[in-house]
T-cell receptor, first 113, second 111 residues
Framework: DAGVTQSPTHLIKTRGQQVTLRCSPI?????VSWYQQVLGQGPQFIFQ???????GRGNFPDRFSARQFPNYSSELNVNALLLGDSALYLC???FGTGGNGYTFGSGTRLTVV | QKEVEQNSGPLSVPEGAIASLNCTYS??????FFWYRQYSGKSPELIMF????GDKEDGRFTAQLNKASQYVSLLIRDSQPSDSATYLC???????????FGTGTRLKVLA
């Protein structure tokens, strides 16, 4: 079975641009969460979606938005990119709301120049 | 005070020894606790989770939870060089769906 798949794996953007990151959860998983991980730090929670509804939002500016589609895949959008948005963006999925742990994708490495 | 605290390490142990990784958390209402392993340049992978006070064993790994002391630990028995990685403690916060991660402890198992 395929795990959590994320695309693209790497990308480079210029300050002020917009970016869309994509995630496909494990088949049967209904919950998708997004995390940002800066080098040397633990992942920071951005969003959680369960059954296509937003169930949680972390302390990120409104430039960050996300959605979950009927097939449970998800997109994370970041507008007006800043240098500080450079990080590894991780998508994680679970069948329920994460009580038994999430499975993470391999991540998207975003570099803002 | 950080919500989830871990010693960043590195923690160096010889091959075959027991590695002990510790984590404290601030939200007394937290219910679920997780240990993830992250190899350099890779994404976190779940090792185990624990809900109840006491010990939970899975192979060479034992998670220990003490809610009164707000303390979670992970013991790795018979440590192998392949266990060298960063170990992340995560707490599922009460009333929310988000994990709060610590900064991770880097473990080095010396051959």
């Amino acid at each position: 079975d395929a795990g959590v798949t994320q695309s693209p794996t790497h990308l480079i953007k210029t300050r002020g641009q917009q970016v869309t990151l994509r995630c496909s959860p494990i088949s049967g998983h209904k919950s998708v969460s997004w995390y940002q991980q800066v080098l040397g730090q633990g992942p920071q929670f951005i969003f959680q979606y369960y059954e296509k509804e937003e169930r949680g939002r972390g302390n990120f500016p409104d430039r960050f938005s996300a959605r979950q589609f009927p097939n449970y895949s998800s997109e994370l959008n970041v507008n007006a990119l800043l240098l500080g948005d450079s990080a590894l963006y991780l998508c994680a999925s679970s069948f329920g709301t994460g009580g038994n742990g999430y499975t993470f994708g391999s991540g998207t490495r975003l570099t803002v120049v | 005070q950080k919500e989830v605290e871990q010693n960043s390490g590195p923690l160096s142990v010889p091959e075959g020894a027991i590695a002990s990784l510790n984590c404290t958390y601030s939200d007394r209402g937290s219910q679920s606790f997780f240990w993830y392993r992250q190899y350099s340049g890779k994404s976190p992978e779940l090792i185990m989770f624990i809900y109840s006070n006491g010990d939970k064993e899975d192979g060479r790994f034992t998670a220990q939870l003490n809610k009164a002391s707000q303390y979670v630990s992970l013991l790795i028995r018979d440590s192998q060089p392949s266990d060298s990685a960063t170990y992340l403690c995560a707490v599922l916060t009460s009333g929310t769906y988000k994990y709060i991660f610590g900064t991770g402890t880097r473990l080095k198992v010396l051959a």
